[in-house]
């Protein structure tokens, strides 16, 4: 045991912190949700919260709000993740073959990675602009000059998909974080399991399907996770372009915000809690395979 006590009392203070600050805060935030701690004067003590159990997730299920709510954060993410995926694949693949300009290209197409969800959601809500005709501006306005004004439409406004629309920004500043995970991974690939494949008389396309893609599950696994994790996180994007009034664009975060916002600090820490789990069942398996895979 001696011979733990030096790391441990090394690494002791990040502990404590991360103890305080994340588990402790979790704890308690599950702690409100099962409270009825709905009001400013409970908040504030002058009312003391009751324990209530689950009435309020029974009550936030219930809801036809928050189960529409729930289905834009799935239209979210199917289209985000498989947007930046698709298109972060497909450009590294290209990549991977020497091109002129290459370098420079994987320069530009990072380059929205470094840029804040808030500086782009300034932007990309002028570009999503659902006025049409005359007073077209943005996206609408460039399919108008071109002679594509068939294209126009409400984008973010749209009713049904109007969530679906938010998603092309956050495809645009997250697929190039894809395409460097798959050109990584691309280029780890030995140049000796190439050179056999050819040898074989395998064509490129077979080499890419049989030898490469094969080992790039690591890669498409990481991938996944992390844009799946960062759409059901997020909130700045959206509530840059559109607002928390807005039915259509509406996702759990922004049920939280507005919530908390009306001192409902119950059904906000329940939303709180509901996305936790989410993402718990998104990642928890991940690292359970990632760990068994360390030890075979």
Do not use: C
């Amino acid at each position: 045991m001696k011979k733990y006590a030096a790391p441990l009392l090394l690494i002791s203070p990040s502990l404590i912190l991360v103890g305080i600050f994340v588990y402790v805060l979790m704890a308690q935030n599950v702690w409100t949700s099962l409270t009825d701690n709905h009001t400013a004067a409970h908040a504030n003590g002058v009312q003391p919260s009751k324990f209530v159990g689950l009435d309020n997730y029974i009550a936030l299920l219930s809801s036809p709000d928050f189960r529409h709510s729930l289905m834009n954060l799935v239209i979210f993410t199917v289209v985000f993740l498989g947007g930046a995926m698709i298109t972060g694949f497909v450009w590294a693949w290209l990549l991977d073959r020497p091109i002129k300009g290459g370098r420079v290209f994987q320069t530009i197409y990072l380059f929205p990675m470094a840029v804040s969800f808030v500086a782009s959601g300034v932007v990309w809500r002028w570009l999503l602009n659902s006025n049409q005709g005359e007073s077209a501006s943005g996206l609408n306005r460039l399919f108008q000059m071109v002679g594509l004004g068939f294209l126009q439409n409400p984008w973010w406004n749209n009713i049904t998909w109007g969530i679906a629309a938010i998603a092309l920004p956050a495809i645009w500043q997250l697929s190039g974080y894809v395409m460097a995970l798959f050109l990584a991974g691309f280029r780890g690939v030995p140049d000796e399991l190439r050179e056999a494949g050819r040898m074989d008389g395998a064509s490129e396309w077979q080499i890419y399907r049989h030898v490469i893609f094969p080992q790039l599950t690591p890669i498409i696994m990481s991938a996944l996770v992390i844009i799946a994790h960062m759409s059901l996180k997020s909130f700045d994007l959206i509530m840059s372009i559109s607002k928390p009034s807005n039915y259509q664009t509406k996702i759990p975060a922004v049920d939280m915000f507005v919530f908390k916002s009306s001192f409902d600090y119950a059904n906000a820490a329940a939303v709180g809690t509901i996305l936790l789990i989410i993402v718990g069942v998104l990642i928890v398996p991940y690292l359970i395979q990632q760990h068994r895979e360390r030890r075979s």
